[in-house]
């Protein structure tokens, strides 16, 4: 086959991609937000219909970022909403990548006006409240015998020890663990990572594309669909 022309090994899958970071919401105009570009989810998206997949691509404010070409995407803004839809998909899906970044917290009040300023009053401390982690309830409770799930996880320090900490936490089949550093991950084309699995598996991806770590992950994801 030529370059960048897959197998279409995906073909008759249906594969649910979260993208992006959330936004938590605390007055009309304001948030909490995080630093995900989305571009690796897009990636992940982009790859898996090249491969033959009908793909669900549950989108988090990934802006400015083109809706690939066949890819049903579902856009969304807070954790909340990115549950729904995820949980939505994931019905009948063969296998969920869970790409996004999942605020953890969110603002436990959300003000209908804008906040003010008042004059000569120090600013009311913000209270947060846990978000439902998506990752570990879809991977406790699968919605198919035999779906894969992926999570992705930005980790400083002993990269390893963390990623499989993690791994056994979330109870997910893969671990996509990418070491934060200078130059890499946010808002940039490329990529580099190791891809930990359940059954103990070690597979490093070099630096290079997102498109690249993406083929690496739906390669695992199809050698567990079978
Ligand atoms: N995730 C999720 N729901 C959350 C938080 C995270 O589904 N509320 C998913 C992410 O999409 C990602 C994986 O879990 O695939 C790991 O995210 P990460 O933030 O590394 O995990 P946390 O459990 O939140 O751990 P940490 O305290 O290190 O942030
Ligand atoms: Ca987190």
């Known amino acids: 086959?030529?370059?960048?022309?897959?197998?279409?090994?995906?073909a008759g899958r249906h594969v649910v991609v979260s993208?992006?970071?959330?936004?938590?919401?605390?007055d009309p105009v304001r948030f909490l937000g995080n630093r995900s570009s989305g571009k690796q989810g897009y990636a992940l998206a982009r790859t898996a219909a090249a491969r033959g997949a009908r793909v669900t691509l549950v989108a988090a404010n990934a802006t400015g970022l083109p809706d690939p070409a066949g890819v049903d995407v579902v856009p969304v803004g807070t954790a909340v909403q990115l549950r729904e839809a995820v949980l939505k998909a994931a019905a009948d899906a063969d296998a969920v990548v869970m790409a996004a970044a999942v605020a953890d917290f969110r603002p436990a009040v959300y003000a209908a006006g804008k906040i003010k300023k008042k004059d000569g009053q120090e600013p009311e401390p913000i209270v947060l409240v846990r978000?439902?982690?998506?990752?570990?309830?879809?991977?406790?409770?699968?919605a198919r015998s035999g779906q894969?799930?992926?999570?992705?996880?930005?980790?400083?320090?002993d990269v390893l020890a963390n990623g499989r900490t993690k791994l056994a936490r979330k109870g997910c089949d893969l671990?996509?663990?990418?070491?934060?550093?200078?130059?890499?991950t946010f808002g940039s084309e490329e990529n580099e990572a190791l891809v930990l699995g359940a059954d103990g598996s070690e597979t490093p991806v070099p630096h290079g594309p997102k498109e690249a770590l993406a083929d690496t992950v739906w390669d695992l994801v199809a050698a567990r669909l079978g």
């Open 19 to 26: 993208a992006g970071g959330t936004r938590e919401p605390l």
């Open 1 to 10: 086959l030529a370059r960048g022309v897959r197998e279409p090994d995906l």
């Open 148 to 157: 894969v799930i992926v999570g992705f996880a930005a980790e400083t320090d």
């Open 131 to 142: 978000n439902p982690d998506i990752l570990a309830e879809i991977s406790a409770d699968r």
């Open 175 to 184: 671990l996509v663990v990418n070491e934060v550093g200078e130059r890499k």
